[in-house]
């Protein structure tokens, strides 16, 4: 069974500056996907950013960057110049490639707490 | 709709109480599924459907909790006989068929509380 790791429970980043979360995950398959959640207070989940495994060239969105090792099954997510909207819950979760059965869901880690400081 | 609609947003019950927590996905949303969130944790899977059909349930942590998605639109998580630990946020969310790129969107949850 897959497993999403986040290891920092919470972080804290000056206003502007930049900010890595760490995430790494556990699978015996080769194709699937990867992706950042973002939850901030009102507790809504969105879409930060999205990684096919296929590919090597890390997903960028704006400010949100990947840094995609597929052989160290590491997916970390640095967001440039912090601004107070980025405070929020972060979560990483993987998706496998296969169709149907219980491959269709998302595996989501216990999450990263990130502060951001004016 | 235009996002994923969850009702009711807010459910304080007395334990033992029966609750039925609904979804309205995406239209042309094939896929369906339920997550629990617990204060401070991510969310954990429940259960999905492809259509009407439901094809993993293997999260529902016990036979208390079911769901039905009859027509293949609406789904209904139903809770019987409840706990205070049912106690959480259950979100919904939809996606076109299947798994691989297709981006899960969330609706805002249905917040239980169990007294």
Same mark, same amino acid.
């Given at each position: 069974?897959?497993?999403?790791?986040?290891?920092?429970?919470?972080?804290?980043?000056?206003?502007?500056?930049?900010?890595?979360?760490?995430?790494?995950?556990?699978?015996?398959?080769?194709?699937?996907?990867?992706?950042?959640?973002?939850?901030?207070?009102s @507790?809504?989940?969105i879409?930060?950013?999205?990684?096919?495994? !296929?590919?090597?060239?890390?997903?960028?969105?704006?400010?949100?960057?990947?840094?995609?090792?597929? #052989?160290?099954?590491?997916?970390?997510?640095?967001?440039?110049?912090?601004?107070?909207?980025?405070?929020?819950?972060?979560?990483?979760?993987?998706?496998?490639?296969? !169709?149907?059965?219980?491959?269709?869901?998302?595996?989501? *880690?216990?999450?990263?707490?990130?502060?951001?400081?004016? | 709709?235009?996002?994923?609609?969850?009702?009711?947003r !807010?459910?304080?019950?007395?334990?033992?109480?029966?609750?039925?927590?609904?979804?309205?996905?995406?239209?042309?949303?094939?896929?369906?599924?339920?997550?629990?969130?617990?204060?401070?944790?991510?969310?954990?899977?429940?259960?999905?459907?492809?259509?009407?059909?439901?094809q993993?349930?293997? *999260?529902?942590?016990? %036979?208390?909790?079911?769901?039905? @998605?009859?027509?293949?639109?609406?789904?209904?998580?139903?809770?019987?006989?409840?706990?205070?630990? %049912?106690?959480?946020? !259950?979100?919904? #969310?939809?996606?076109?068929?299947?798994?691989?790129a297709?981006?899960?969107?969330?609706?805002? *949850?249905?917040?239980?509380?169990?007294?």
């Amino acid at each position: 069974a897959q497993t999403v790791t986040q290891s920092q429970p919470e972080m804290s980043v000056q206003e502007a500056e930049t900010v890595t979360l760490s995430c790494t995950y556990d699978t015996s398959e080769s194709d699937y996907y990867l992706f950042w959640y973002k939850q901030p207070p009102s @507790r809504q989940m969105i879409l930060v950013i999205r990684q096919e495994a !296929y590919k090597q060239q890390n997903a960028t969105e704006n400010r949100f960057s990947v840094n995609f090792q597929k #052989a160290a099954k590491s997916f970390s997510l640095k967001i440039s110049d912090s601004q107070l909207g980025d405070a929020a819950m972060y979560f990483c979760a993987y998706r496998s490639q296969n !169709y149907g059965g219980s491959q269709g869901n998302l595996i989501f *880690g216990k999450g990263t707490k990130l502060s951001v400081k004016p | 709709g235009a996002g994923v609609s969850q009702s009711p947003r !807010y459910k304080v019950t007395k334990r033992g109480q029966d609750v039925a927590l609904r979804c309205d996905p995406i239209s042309g949303h094939v896929s369906l599924y339920w997550y629990r969130q617990a204060l401070g944790q991510g969310p954990e899977f429940l259960t999905y459907f492809n259509y009407e059909a439901q094809q993993d349930k293997s *999260g529902l942590p016990n %036979d208390r909790f079911s769901a039905e @998605r009859p027509e293949g639109s609406i789904s209904t998580l139903t809770i019987q006989r409840t706990e205070q630990r %049912d106690s959480a946020m !259950y979100r919904c #969310a939809s996606s076109l068929f299947g798994a691989g790129a297709n981006v899960l969107t969330f609706g805002a *949850g249905s917040r239980l509380t169990v007294l």
